[in-house]
């Protein structure tokens, strides 16, 4: 055991965080997204929601200052009339982070599912709410 290491942290993804170099990028996705079929490297974080992994993983992963957005959001399709609530919760955690944010990128379905594809990792969680995936681009310390 190790201390200060948020428990929802696996050693697999503990492993790829500390791989990952500046500019990589790693998606925590929703239990909606095709993770399996667009991931170079899967990790299952099952059971788990979004928002507890994404405060777990910002306590140790630095975002990348010198992009203008390093935390991309899926955009609502057209047409759909979800109203994703999920993206508030989201933004108070960045924020307590301590880590540089001013706003989300947010990128449309397809275009995120092919930014995805070149992700370093793809992190599977059980999430139900809809449009709760997120990129994170990793910085320097």
Request: hydrophobic share 50%; aromatic share 10%; with cysteine.
């Amino acid at each position: 055991m190790l201390k200060n290491i948020p428990p929802i942290l696996s050693p697999e993804l503990m492993k790829i965080l500390l791989e990952m170099g500046h500019g990589d990028e790693i998606v925590l996705a929703d239990g909606n997204f095709p993770a399996a079929s667009v991931a170079q490297r899967l990790i299952r974080c099952d059971g788990h929601g979004v928002p507890e992994l994404l405060e777990a993983v910002l306590k140790l992963f630095p975002l990348d200052i010198y992009v203008d957005r390093p935390v991309a959001l899926m955009s609502v399709v057209p047409g759909d009339k979800t109203q994703p609530t999920i993206w508030e919760q989201y933004r108070a955690i960045v924020k307590a982070s301590g880590e540089k944010f001013s706003a989300f990128e947010f990128v449309e379905r397809f275009a995120f599912y092919e930014r995805a594809k070149k992700a370093y990792a793809v992190v599977a969680t059980s999430e139900k709410a809809l449009y709760a995936n997120v990129i994170l681009k990793k910085g320097v310390l």
